[in-house]
């Protein structure tokens, strides 16, 4: 699983270890550990330009997706060595629904990268019940991370 992580802010210290944890347990669960995957933690002004530009929302969010079909040459798309895509997280956003939430940043940071892989593995949140699936994978997935990656 090559996992990039692009911090591209300064407001919060990146938990890689963390974060790398994270991921392979989610790629792990659904067959894609050699899936490659970026991760770039950016701040509000970065994330809604990207917002506004592919998806013509004029305001900041936590988290986009952005998936890719790219694979290694002789490789399938949905096989080995694929690319999944990238993950783009507003740590501005983050700190602010850690606060509001009262959960610790770190916690919120990985939940939103938990979120963003499960969009990049084709999950949606578009019915309560598509919500409430996710919703439990992210949790899941978190617990999993900061009890160090043991699956129970």
Not at 126 to 149: K, W
Request: glycine share 8%.
């Amino acid at each position: 699983m090559p996992l990039s992580i692009i911090d591209r802010q300064k407001r919060v210290r990146l938990d890689r270890r963390a974060l790398s944890r994270l991921v392979g347990l989610v790629l792990l669960e659904h067959g894609r550990v050699d899936a490659d995957l970026t991760v770039v933690a950016a701040g509000d002004e970065f994330v809604h330009g990207l917002n506004l530009a592919y998806r013509g929302v004029d305001a900041p969010t936590d988290v986009l997706s952005f998936g890719a079909a790219i694979a290694a040459p002789g490789a399938a798309p949905e096989g080995p060595e694929a690319v999944l895509g990238d993950i783009v997280i507003s740590t501005d956003r983050a700190l602010a629904q850690a606060r509001a939430h009262r959960v610790p940043t770190r916690r919120e940071i990985l939940k939103l990268v938990a979120h963003g892989a499960l969009h990049l593995l084709g999950y949606d949140h578009e019915t309560p019940r598509d919500r409430r699936r996710m919703t439990t994978l992210e949790n899941r997935y978190v617990r999993e991370t900061e009890a160090g990656g043991k699956r129970r």
